[in-house]
């Protein structure tokens, strides 16, 4: 069974960071594609990010609202995928969930609760 | 950046048809995915690549895809399937995600 499972969230200040993690377990993560995607109260979903696998590159890419503040990261030894979050807004406040996929995303964990609020 | 644009709401009779749109320029030359989401839940894909189901989706969810709109089609409307619905594509030309806006079921 695929289990995508995050933490770290909280409360932080603007101008703050935090690091998120997410562990999978049930597929070959090494393998997967991941992507974080966030989810405002009460708004719609939003891409936020994704890191390929190694064997295609590792590269990770981001939306304009995120690009230069959040970065991703991946430890395939772990199993682990993070996302590290600096110069936080308040707008930045949301569910942020872990989900794989190349061009649709076929699982989700159940979301980690982060507000920036001064 | 590539705009996907769907209706806030639709409201469906128990055992009727509700069909959700989303709208994007030549969405059909794209891949649509779809996505449900119970409140307080995370998302469950649905339908994907226009039009296949995921295993484990019931045969009542189909999906279109053609010229500048998909739908997500549910048929026989069950209380169970009030929910945010959602369509994605991936934009080849930026090589990101993007979301529509979403679209509240409500089962009358």
């Known amino acids: 069974e695929v289990q995508l499972v995050e933490s770290g969230g909280g409360l932080v200040k603007p101008g703050g960071s935090l690091r998120l993690s997410c562990v999978a377990s049930?597929?070959?993560?090494?393998?997967?594609?991941m992507s974080w995607v966030r989810q405002a109260p009460g708004k719609g979903l939003e891409w936020i990010g994704r890191?390929?696998?190694?064997?295609?590159?590792?590269?990770?890419d981001y939306p304009a609202p995120v690009k230069g503040r959040f970065s991703i990261s991946r430890d395939d030894s772990k199993n682990t995928l993070y996302l590290q979050m600096n110069s936080l807004k308040t707008e930045d406040t949301a569910v942020y969930y872990c989900?794989?996929?190349?061009?649709?995303?076929?699982?989700w964990g159940h979301g980690t609760m982060v507000t920036v609020s001064p | 950046s590539y705009v996907l644009t769907q209706p806030p709401s639709v409201s469906v009779a128990p055992g009727k048809m509700a069909r959700i749109t989303c709208g994007g320029n030549?969405?059909?030359?794209?891949?649509v995915h779809w996505y449900r989401q119970k409140p307080g839940q995370a998302p469950v894909l649905v339908i994907h690549?226009?039009?296949d189901r995921p295993s484990g989706i019931p045969e009542r969810f189909s999906g279109s895809n053609s010229g500048n709109t998909a739908t997500l089609t549910i048929s026989r409307v069950e209380a169970g399937d009030e929910a945010d619905y959602y369509c994605q594509v991936w934009d080849s030309s930026s090589d990101h995600y993007v979301f529509g806006s979403g679209t509240k079921v409500t089962v009358l």
């Open positions: 690549y226009d039009s």
């Open positions: 049930g597929f070959t993560f090494s393998t997967a594609w």
């Open positions: 989900t794989t996929g190349m061009v649709a995303f076929g699982f």
């Open positions: 890191i390929k696998s190694k064997s295609d590159l590792g590269t990770a």
């Open positions: 030549n969405v059909g030359g794209k891949s």
